[in-house]
């Protein structure tokens, strides 16, 4: 499978690249207002739903293909390309025309291959670069599914959106992120962006920072992030939106950590550190090898003179000793209480084992 890297999609897109915009056009002055609010930021596609999948009718459903215009006065003001969410063939065909530069896939269509097949026949013959966010249930193969099927009809540039799964006992987040995930599908799918949409994986404006933080860290290739230029008078998902001047801030105060790809010295720096962990690592199973060969003689004194293989004082004394010697080396008493207690129930389980053998 081809899969061209966002930086050679032609748009001149950079590797962190940010996606602003608001979640719904409203009119024609909230895209005017939001654009010229987003100028001297970092934006580098611009972003506005037009169709909105809302989980219950009676909601604002947006505004259309009137809408898609708009764009142009966002494209103009920025210089940047416009992007739109589609999710049937009269979108993709109504979003083709507009001249929209780049679409995407919401997550409550990638989960139905019948909705994505469908989108990827009415793009046959093109191709303009879509972006798929992943499916609401995490579930790798549907995310995968989607851009195969995309890349079977003939698109090449495509990334993937991380905007966190659905989880009814999750309280923090709105929909909550799983990071094995994408970096899981990176993996699969080499040559492939993956974008981090930290507003609906938030769900509220005041942890967009931290999570945006978090993504970079985790090495994705960019942000998508819900701009309005009166957030909490937005149509749709107000709580997680941010004003321009907000984002600007937020994207100061990213810290961008680099690859180890770019830099050759860190990897024979780190490279040096790595043969020592290796060498602690080898001796700390020697040693451990050494403590369950004399929990073994223990166990056969234990076995020839009829005493149980479980002695509680021994226990509590040797927990409290080595949790203080512990502590005072800079481990936590957590780490230290669940090292014990993995190396004590193996002695016991090994000195057990013992006693039935000669039964
Ligand atoms: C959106 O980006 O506004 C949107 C509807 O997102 P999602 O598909 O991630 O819910
Ligand atoms: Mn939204």
Known sequence: MEIVDIKDWGLGLSE????????????????????????????????????????????????????????????????????????????????????????????????????????????????????????INPDLQLWLGAIERLNKVGINKIAGIHRGFSDPYEKRYRNKPEWSMPIHLKRMLPGISVICDPSHIAGTREIIASVSQRAINFGLDGLMIETHHDPDNAWSDAKQQVTPDTLKIIYENLNFRETLDKHPEAISELDEFRQKIDLVDTQIIELLSDRFQMIKQIGEYKREHNLAVYQPNRWHDVMESRINSGVKKNMTEKFMKSFLFAVHEESVKMQEAQLKEKV
């Open 16 to 135: 962190h690249v940010l996606i602003a915009g608001p979640c719904s056009a409203e009119s024609p002055q909230q895209i005017e207002s939001i654009a010229k609010g987003l100028r001297g930021s970092n934006i580098e596609i611009f972003r506005a739903g037009v169709w909105k999948p809302r989980t219950r009718p009676g909601s604002f459903e947006g505004v259309g293909s009137e809408a898609l215009g708009w764009l142009d006065k966002a494209r103009e003001i920025l210089n940047v390309p416009v992007t739109v969410e589609v999710a049937n063939t009269a979108h993709v065909e109504a979003a083709l025309k507009a001249g929209v530069d780049v679409l995407w896939i919401g997550a409550r269509t990638t989960v139905n291959p019948f909705s994505v097949q469908e989108i990827c026949d009415a793009l046959k013959g093109t191709d303009i670069p879509v972006m798929v966010k992943n499916p």
